[in-house]
């Protein structure tokens, strides 16, 4: 794998023009709403496609993200079991990449096994690729605003 300024670019466009990942975002987080009892509100296209315009913005981050998503799209083995762990390391890795530090990493690679469960066949046939598509649901889910809790301050900070 050669990872170029282009190959990053290349990643970015396509990632951005994944117009289906909103909508099973909002699915997640209408199924994790209804499990802790919030409402939790939905992301557009247009929130999505400025969060990977975000992400992508940090030229460290986007080429990890970049990375991570070229070896889940690439990954396959026979039967799937064998390449269970090693593509749900990945996925895990890449949510929490796309989410960011502490605490939204560990957050979305909670998220990422949720969405897992429900996300089945990916953008392709490989076996990596349903977990490229639960991963960029769990790390943009994370990032995106919606959550109550995330957007306003914590009771926990302290002031002098």
């Known amino acids: 794998m050669d990872i170029t300024p282009t190959t990053v670019a290349d990643e970015h466009k396509r990632l ?18 209804t499990l802790f009892g919030v409402e939790v509100g939905h992301v557009s ?8 315009d975000t992400v992508f913005a940090n030229g460290d981050q986007a080429v990890n993200v970049t990375g991570l998503c070229l ?37 979305a690679e909670a998220t990422f096994h949720f969405a897992d469960v429900h996300t089945h066949g990916g953008s ?20 995106l605003p919606g959550w109550e809790w995330t957007e306003t301050p914590s009771p926990f900070t302290t002031r002098e």
Do not use: H, W
Request: aromatic share 8%; glycine share 10%.
């Open 16 to 33: 951005r023009t994944r117009d289906s990942i909103p909508g099973r975002i909002n699915e997640i987080r209408d199924r994790l709403g």
């Open 124 to 143: 392709d046939e490989s076996a990596g690729s349903d977990d490229l598509d639960a991963a960029l649901i769990a790390g943009f889910q994370t990032r």
């Open 71 to 107: 070896l889940l799209r690439d990954l396959d083995c026979a039967d799937d079991y064998p390449g269970f762990v090693v593509d749900e390391f990945l996925g895990r890795k890449l949510a929490a990449t796309i989410a960011g530090g502490e605490p939204f990493a560990l957050l």
């Open 45 to 52: 296209v247009g929130q999505y496609r400025e969060e990977v």
